[in-house]
Structures are given as structure tokens and as C-alpha cells.
């Protein structure tokens, strides 16, 4: 398997074959505007109305699916509404399997990667299609997002980042894809926490992973700042417990060989949390893992004052593009400026703009050119008013059960029947 370097998926997509399509054209640039994070909510919202009109129109032209999908919803792309959208939003099981190839456009540029979900359901896991242009749109526009939530841009060629994950995950996970292929854009070295083992039997990739002890121990050794520690919340608490259980004599010689704890991240240095609480279920509140955990890891500021080791946490998925990134006690979770990110009431599908009302999350990104990447995940979230430029903020409640996942499937379709008509 050919796995893509950051320069060959900026060379592949420059030489994409839709490069020179208007609305392509403009969306590229649009990620690429040093002052996209600066404009305001309401320049942002109805900068979003236009992309999705434009999107829906670029879909219609590319791929006859979309046109007849459009012409039996009714929906004319240069009037669309958000409620024109909700009508074409998808539970993600729909792109389990190879349910994502119905999606996708004719013509589409090859050369890309193929995604998957964890498959830590027990159901099949979501794969999904990035070609080249999406995979740099992926690369830029979740890279700025995370520095404006991180507070700053991270430096070229300064720091190290220790990942709790093996290699070979990379061309599996796009959350992996997306820290790695950043992380080279920076000229930041990355190391990988874990191992893949040769498998026994018919074990998961997951019961084969293990510590790579090697590079733990030298991110832990290192004197390089900032220092960005990528791991699941359950890596997070596993580690302080570790610190937490060790008598006074193997904290000391801990302290002899490792340097930890504490483990020190230096000027800039981050904790970032990403892929929920699979699979452990006896995890604390995230509040009280990051109280916790702030006994073993300590940071400064850039300038070099003592700081509580700061926390983000990154809402991500298979299905989407960009994901919703939070830093701990200073904002919840906001989405990339041009992704159009909107709660609906999970037995209606009416949309919810009521602060602090919880409703279903829905994603939709109008600057992703392989698919109409319109879903639903399967959380229940509310928001809050904000003056960042979103003018919302997100905060997770919880997944959906079993019986609600149901429920709303059944829900929604008239819609589902719709767009899995031959």
C-alpha cells in the first residue's frame, strides 16, 4: 500500500482535473485565506449559505445520482435552505461496507486514500474515499483550526509529538493521517507510542497493538518544546494511574531513567484527546481525568511561566473532513469556519436553534469535492453563544442508544427511501 507524503498529495492535488472548476477554485482559496478565522459570525454564516448552493450545484453537475437525488427531493441548489439540507443529511451506518461508494462522483480523481472507522461496534466499519485534493483541503484546513484553538501557530521545525498509535494505523484512520501528515507539514517529528505485534489467531489489529517502549521513553527523555502528547482519553488516566500507583522508590528511579514524572512538556506543550472512551468504561469525567492527570504533566507558557497543563480534545470522525476541536476550561468545540455544523431534533429533524437545547448533530462540509459529505454521526450535543467566529460552541452530551439509533433511522425514512432509490 502506497502511503502518501504531504508534498505528493499537494502535487496530486494541484494536477486534479476539477482544480479548474470555479466553485473548486474558490474553495481552495477560501481554505487557504490567512483571514478566514477572523471574519465574523455572521460573514461566516452567510459565506456557508453560498458554498452549499454552490456545492450542491457542483454535485448535480458531476454526477447523475445527485441530479435525479435533487430532482425527487425538490431541491433547487440556487435557493437551497438548511432545511433543503437537512433532507440530504445521512445516518453514518449508511457508509458502512462499501456503502460510500454510491456516493461518491463519477470521475472522481484517483490516487487518493480509503478510511475506515475502528469497527469497535462489532458492526462493519465506515469506510470512506479522500482523493489527493480533499486529502490537502483535510491536511490545511484542520491544521489551522487547531492552532487557532492551541492559541498559536506551531513553528517550523521546533518541538516533538509522541502519538499513542502504531504506524500502521496511518493509512486506517484518518485522525492518525491528518496528525501525521501536519505534524510533516511543520517539519515536527513524530513518534508513535505503539506497535503492531504479528498476529495470533484471529485477533483485531487492536488486541495486537503495544507500547513501543523505546519511543515513549524518548519523548519522555527529550528536551525538545513544545512537546504534543496525542492519545485517547483512557491513555491519558492509564498513564497517571501508572504515575499514581508507583511507590516513593520506583518514582524516584522512574524519575532517574525517564525524567517522569512529571512528564514535562515544555513551553507550549499540550495533552490532545481524541476518539471518546471506546471500549473502557469505567473512565472518570473528562473534568476530573484532566484534574487528575495535571499532577503528572506540567507546561509553560511560550514565554516560560508555570501553567495547569493544558488540554484539547478532537471531535472527530471517519465520515468527516475536518473535525470539532475543544481546549479544556477556555472553549468547547468549534468547527472549521466553512463546515456547516447544526443540531436537528432526532424525531422531527426540525432544526434546533435554541442555546443549551440538546439535539442531534449533523456535519456537513461544502468544500469536500469527492462526496456530498452531509451526516449525522450519532451524537446528542447542545451549544452555547460565543464571540469567536463560529458564534457557537459545542458541547458533547452523549451517544445515542441503540434503540434511538433505531428509532431515528426509521425516522428519517422517507428521506433514506429516497436516496436509495434505483
Known sequence: MVILGIEEIKQRAANSKHRQDPFVERIWNLIHEPGLFEKSPQELAELRKELMRQSLAFFRDNSEYYASLFDRLDIDPATAEREDLVKLVVPADMLRGGGHERFVIEGVDEGGEHFQSSGTTGKAPVKVYRSPLDLAIMVKANADLFEYVYGHELEQNKGQALF????????????????????????????????????????????????????????????????????????????????????????????????????????????????????????????????????????????????????????????????????HERMGKLPHPLSEVFLVDPKTFELIDEEGKEGLICIYNPFVTTWLEAFFPGDIMKFHSSDRFYGREFEFGRRLTVKEGWDLQRACGGTMEEMMEE
Not at 170 to 178: E, G, I, K, N, W
Not at 247 to 252: A, F, I, M, Q
Not at 265 to 288: H, M, N, Q, R
Open 164 to 327: 499513542m498509535a502504531a504506524p500502521e494505523l496511518r493509512h486506517m484512520l484518518s485522525f492518525v493521517a491528518f496528525v501525521e501528515l501536519a505534524l510533516e507539514s511543520k517539519g515536527i517529528e513524530l513518534l508513535y507510542g505503539m506497535s503492531m505485534r504479528e498476529s495470533e489467531g484471529d485477533e483485531t489489529v487492536w488486541q495486537r497493538l503495544q507500547p513501543d517502549k523505546k519511543n515513549i521513553l524518548k519523548f519522555l527523555k527529550s528536551k525538545e518544546e513544545p512537546k504534543l502528547f496525542f492519545t485517547a482519553p483512557a491513555g491519558v488516566y492509564l498513564m497517571s494511574k501508572r504515575f499514581n500507583d508507583m511507590s516513593n522508590l520506583k518514582r524516584e528511579v522512574s524519575k532517574i531513567i525517564t525524567r517522569a514524572p512529571p512528564v514535562n512538556l515544555g513551553k507550549g506543550g499540550v495533552i490532545v484527546t481524541g476518539g471518546g472512551s471506546k471500549g473502557f468504561t469505567d473512565l472518570p469525567p473528562y473534568a476530573e481525568l484532566a484534574e487528575g492527570a495535571r499532577n503528572y504533566f506540567k507546561a509553560l507558557t511560550r514565554g516560560g511561566d508555570g501553567v495547569e497543563a493544558p488540554f484539547m480534545d478532537v471531535l472527530g470522525m471517519t465520515e468527516t473532513l475536518t473535525a470539532l476541536i475543544d481546549n
